[in-house]
């Protein structure tokens, strides 16, 4: 892979984690491909910074490249997942503004129902719809901040 190659992915990485940041209230950074973090087995493109951070559910690969490989991005992010964590494939398409991310049916749905569970015994009620369209709205304010 060439030095502009790299410093793309690099830099997409960075987009993400802000992003992520403005998410999840936690600051997170990019795995240093070598160095101490390697022999720790530190794995994803992104990680919490305090990555003793068991909330964080996901393994994140991160893709900013022209010839889409979905099938190959996912089977890199499954076997580089470590037990316990969900395999998340977050990319960007050419020419696309947005980002897009890739996960299994089965972590999907079981996110669903944990945020459901967890909305609905913290408020007493439950509306997924409303709180659907207070996510999406969080969402487009983040997008706008990146």
Known sequence: ????????????????AHILEAVWGEQFRRTPLSGG??????????VPI???D??????VECKNQKALSVPAWLKQAKDDCPEGKMPLLIFHLPRDNDEYVC???ADFTNLVKEYVT???????????REDFIT???KDKDVREEA
Do not use: H
């Open 37 to 46: 973090w390697a022999k720790e087995k530190i794995t994803g493109d992104i």
């Open 103 to 105: 996960l299994t049916l």
């Open 1 to 16: 892979m060439g030095k502009t190659s790299r410093r793309k992915g690099f830099t997409y990485e960075r987009k993400v």
């Open 135 to 137: 996510i999406k709205e």
């Open 54 to 59: 068991d909330n964080f559910p996901f393994s």
């Open 118 to 128: 967890e909305s609905c015994t913290k408020k007493g009620q439950c509306n997924f």
């Open 50 to 52: 305090d990555r003793q």
